[in-house]
């Protein structure tokens, strides 16, 4: 394994001083419980939005914690939840006279850690479960669909309209609007490399893919040979536009996403075929997103998400956001 | 039942999961993302720091701070699930029962809360195909007067359930996004569970 590593039991405390070192005007973190906060709490009353999840996804989620986006985030281990005790102290530390609005990616120690996180908590507080990826199939029988990188259109959106001073019921029902209309797919080229394991996830030969990947190398929907980049990209956008069904003419935010060991000159490209294949079938790109948002770790390979835009969610994602990762209009 | 046995229980089973922790890797590995076993190593080795501090403790005041400490350190689904178990055994704790309805009780209840934290059952492919069977089997065996044969009994019970994961399919936690792919394979966190009711079991068949 070849990674920047003292120790590797302190892999996360590093990091963690590095980014509060690195955004101070933006954020600071608290050590044990760890949670990322913004540097300065909002004056006026306002939903406070907690997020978190397994580490090794960065940006996801502390580098979306800023005005316009979430109040706190609570990065667990590499890969694994964080614990409850982290909610706990990330609520009583943002909560801001409207109750708290989890937002949690749909794996069952998420859920898990999340609720009892919750239950120790005296405020008002719903939960947004995010659940985009379509490689999944759902059902009520089972865990469902894994929440991937639609998860950051989500946290911008309600962000936004939490921001002025809507309700937590509102941004309850508008995230789950969002997460609704957001669907994802992704393809992996590599596995990555979990440091305390110091060795792939996974083996995966020189000439395969594995199409439909989840953000933590976890198999998806089927191994592949590996195919152009327009058959690729044709296969996911389909997947993508069965679970979605927008109307002739619809318009979208498309956002490509890299899982951390992919070029960005190779995510542009992307971004070209898929508007390319999107514009034949008569839907519009209206917003756009290139970039390194939901990785997982140094894994090659890149995802798809497509929300279908309203006037409200594209007021939502235009509106001013400052956060360590996406910072527009301000 | 008091610390030191509960501890020596905590020791065993932390030096059986050392021995199989390759094994539970790659299990993980084929089916989920590889994090149960240093999660299951960081928890066991929180919980056995605490061993003087809780030395003096009854045995419910016990399971609950190991229960709070693996909460607090562990993480995934794991920390969750077996956090679950032991705050909800704390609860069922009586003095007036000996050591093998205490468990019994114990157990059955701690399964209880860890069914519902989990949101599964039997038959998911999830730790709970050995934790259900073995809470059975405990129940029924409670008044056994030969430890040896509960033991043995259990161990058998724990490995059926563990081997049972194989074949099906996972319809709850991180190896349900598999489908079908996942079958064949033994559920990590059903392994783990199995490996450390083994070295409990082992304790009194040896």
């Given amino acids: 394994m070849k990674k920047f590593v003292n120790n590797v039991e302190e892999i996360l405390t590093e990091s963690l001083s590095g980014f509060q070192k690195a955004h101070p005007d933006i954020i600071k973190v608290h050590f044990a419980p760890d949670f990322i906060c913004r ?24 580098g979306f914690v800023g005005h316009g986006m979430l109040d706190a985030a ?6 694994s939840a964080p614990t409850p005790d982290q909610m706990e102290a990330a609520a009583n530390e943002v909560h801001n006279g409207k109750g708290i609005l989890f937002i949690v990616k749909n794996y069952s ?24 990826d379509v490689a999944v199939e759902d059902s009520t029988f089972t865990t469902g669909r894994r929440g991937v990188a639609g998860t950051m259109i989500v946290e911008k959106t309600v962000g936004s309209l939490a921001e ?54 976890e198999p998806g929907r089927k191994r592949e040979k590996i195919k152009t980049a327009n058959e690729l990209t044709n ?4 997947s993508i536009l069965e679970d979605l069904k927008p109307d002739k003419n619809e318009e979208i935010l498309m956002h490509v996403n890299g899982f951390g060991g992919t070029p960005l000159m190779e995510l542009y490209l992307l971004f070209d075929v898929g508007q390319k294949i999107l514009e034949k079938k008569g839907i519009n790109v209206v917003r756009s997103l290139v ?40 | 039942m008091n610390s030191e046995n509960i501890f020596l229980a905590l020791k ?5 999961i050392d021995i199989n922790k390759d094994e539970i890797e790659k299990l993980d590995q084929a089916i989920g993302d590889g994090d149960h076993i240093f999660n299951i190593q960081r928890g066991l080795n929180e919980a056995l720091k605490l061993e003087t501090e809780l030395s003096s403790l009854s045995p419910e005041e016990v399971f609950k701070k190991i229960g709070m400490k693996i909460m607090t350190t562990v993480g995934g689904s794991s920390g969750a699930l077996f956090a679950t178990l032991l705050m909800g055994m704390a609860k069922k704790y009586s003095k007036e029962l000996n050591d093998l309805e205490n468990l019994a009780a114990m157990f059955y209840e701690g399964v209880e809360a860890t069914k519902k934290r989990g949101k599964a059952d039997l038959g998911e492919k999830t730790m709970l195909d050995v934790l259900i069977p073995v809470s059975l089997s405990l129940n029924k065996l409670k008044n056994e007067k030969n430890i040896k044969i509960v033991a043995e009994k259990i161990k058998m019970v724990a490995k059926e359930g563990m081997l049972s994961t194989r074949d099906i399919m996972a319809t709850k936690g991180r190896a349900s996004f598999l489908g079908e792919r996942a079958i ?11 490996l450390a009711i083994s070295a409990i079991c082992d304790e009194y068949i040896n």
Wanted: proline fraction near 4%; aromatic fraction near 6%.
């Fill in chain 1, 39 to 62: 540097v300065k709490k909002p004056a006026s009353d306002k939903v406070s939005l907690i997020s978190g999840g397994g580490s090794g996804h960065e940006p996801l989620h502390g």
């Fill in chain 1, 74 to 79: 609570c990065p667990g281990q590499v890969f």
């Fill in chain 1, 109 to 132: 120690g998420d859920i898990m850690n999340f609720e009892m996180g919750a239950d120790m908590i005296d405020f008002d507080h719903e939960t947004i479960l995010v659940n985009d």
């Fill in chain 1, 164 to 217: 002025i001073g809507a309700s937590l019921e509102e941004c309850k029902l508008f995230g789950d609007h969002v997460n609704n209309v957001t669907a994802s797919m992704g393809v992996a080229f590599t596995s990555c490399t979990v440091p305390a394991a110091g060795k792939p996830t996974f083996e995966i030969g020189a000439e395969e893919m594995e199409f439909g990947v989840g953000i933590h190398g």
């Fill in chain 1, 235 to 238: 296969d996911i956008i389909n």
């Fill in chain 1, 291 to 330: 970039g390194n948002y939901t990785t997982s770790l140094d894994m090659a390979g890149a995802s798809f998400s497509i929300t279908k835009l309203d006037e409200k969610i594209t007021q939502h994602w235009d509106s001013a956001v400052h956060t360590a990762a996406l910072r527009w209009k301000i």
């Fill in chain 2, 12 to 16: 065993n089973i932390k030096k059986t």
């Fill in chain 2, 184 to 194: 064949g394979h033994i559920d990590p966190g059903a392994r783990s569970s199995q």
